[in-house]
């Protein structure tokens, strides 16, 4: 089944412009839920973890159990942001990953 | 050290070859992963290892063999692949071990091609 969706495969904004990566999952319990990003020719890296809350170059994601989402939001986006962005949700044993969002920031 | 590391970054292999991927984390994290990632796709998971044990087999074929020497060694040997298995094998390790979710961190990965 299905855990984790990510309805855009490909996103392009302006820089400057503000950008929201979408992130819908489906779990029953308590989710943990990650962003990732892939730079290109780098290595997967995690951006955001919901429960620490933080806000990693510029980038947040707030839990909405009620919609089920985790969306990426950036205010104000930055032509190194352009990357691959996985959403991801740990559960017992096993790590889901979304299908990923590829990220253009236009200069 | 807070990093994963993967060695060879490249390899090129024909069918009938057999050749090992390697994988180190000085982090002390109890649980590490084998994925296997293809273009523009997010990584599959094949092997999760939780306390050196074996915890998880993602129904791989028996042609890939995970071996965890002890807990900061991941080793996956290859014998006999098919072309499509050409992709980027990644190591990730975690924390807490599995069966408890917790953030993964990720080697560069080794990109595999099979002649």
Aim: include cysteine; hydrophobic fraction near 30%.
């Amino acid at each position: 089944a299905q855990r984790v969706t990510q309805p855009e495969k490909l996103l392009s904004v302006f820089k400057g412009a503000p950008v929201e990566l979408k992130c819908n999952y489906s779990y029953s319990g308590s989710p943990e839920l990650f962003w990732y990003v892939q730079y290109s020719r780098q290595r997967l890296q995690l951006l955001l973890r919901h429960i620490s809350r933080e806000s990693i170059k510029g980038f947040t994601a707030d839990l909405n159990k009620g919609e089920t989402s985790f969306h990426l939001k950036k205010p104000f986006a930055q032509e190194e942001d352009s990357a691959m962005y996985y959403c991801a949700l740990g559960s017992g044993n096993q790590f889901y990953f979304g299908t990923g969002t590829s990220l253009t920031v236009i200069p | 050290d807070t990093e994963v590391t993967q060695t060879p970054k490249h390899l090129v292999m024909g069918m009938t070859n057999k050749k090992s991927l390697k994988c180190e984390q000085h982090m002390g994290h109890r649980a590490m992963y084998w994925y296997k990632q293809k273009a523009k796709k997010p990584p599959e998971l094949m092997f999760v290892y939780s306390y050196e044990k074996l915890s998880i087999n993602e129904s791989v074929p028996s042609r890939f063999s995970p071996e965890c020497p002890n807990s900061s060694l991941l080793n996956l040997h290859l014998h006999a692949l098919q072309p499509e298995d050409s992709a980027l094998y990644l190591c990730a390790s975690s924390q807490r071990a599995a069966g408890e979710p917790g953030a993964q961190y990720f080697g560069p990965g080794t990109r595999l091609l099979v002649l």
